[in-house]
């Protein structure tokens, strides 16, 4: 238990379908963020809010549209996706500030299979 | 432009040291991660180190030389719930942090 919780675990969906993952941070942090993860490639940071204000948005497609209605939770609305969008989507928070260096926890992941 | 270079898999014995190395090139140099992802589960922070040297953990040491850009994880007396990918990560000038691919730890009984 991380303190950062994801849902769902795993999500099939086809190109035409829209969805939505969901993130809840239990931490007090003021930071969250979401990561892609793909197969032997590193981290791939999509968006960062910093007290709910969006900071980042690392030339992610369109069809990824980031909501962040509080400190607490994080959402990642999903639309036309493409196969290659198949990958582990991770939700992380950070207190930004800390003295080492922003540790950022990490949720368990959303698999997500576009098929 | 930045780089994190470690390798790709390891393989050492149950009870045996391994040392994962992790080199970087970045803009600017504010910390240095490693994290343990166990497959199917979230990363986990193991240390953070910005200062030269060795900060030994319990059975994990995290080494650090700025002037070579390489850190290393030293992982003593293995066991086989040590199997998990090791993520090196580096805090650049922005205070962004940039990752490696991560090094897959297979542990042989």
């Known amino acids: 238990e991380t303190g950062v919780t994801q849902t769902p675990r795993h999500l099939v969906m086809g190109m035409t379908n829209k969805k939505s993952l969901k993130c809840e941070q239990h931490l007090g942090h003021n930071a969250m963020y979401w990561y892609k993860q793909s197969a032997k490639k590193p981290l791939e940071l999509m968006f960062v809010y910093n007290f709910k204000e969006q900071t980042e948005n690392n030339s992610v497609p369109s069809r990824f549209s980031p909501e962040c209605p509080n400190s607490s939770h994080l959402f990642l609305h999903l639309h036309t996706l493409q196969p290659e969008d198949s990958a582990l989507y991770l939700c992380a928070s950070s207190q930004v500030g800390d003295r080492a260096g922003n540790t950022i926890y990490f949720g368990e992941g959303s698999w997500l299979t576009v098929v | 432009g930045q780089n994190i270079d470690q390798p790709t898999e390891m393989t050492a014995t149950e009870g045996a040291i391994v040392q994962i190395n992790c080199t970087y090139q970045?803009?600017?140099?504010?910390?240095l991660f490693w994290y343990q992802q166990h497959a199917g589960e979230a990363p986990t922070f193991l240390s953070y180190n910005v200062l030269d040297g060795l900060e030994e953990k319990g059975r994990f040491s995290s080494f650090l030389s700025r002037s070579k850009g390489y850190s290393y994880l030293l992982l003593k007396e293995l066991q086989m719930k040590d199997s998990a990918s090791y993520l090196c990560?580096?805090?650049?000038?922005?205070?962004?942090?940039?990752w490696g691919a991560g090094t897959k730890l297979i542990i042989k009984p």
């Open positions: 970045t803009s600017g140099f504010n910390g």
């Open positions: 990560a580096v805090v650049d000038s922005n205070y962004q942090l940039i």
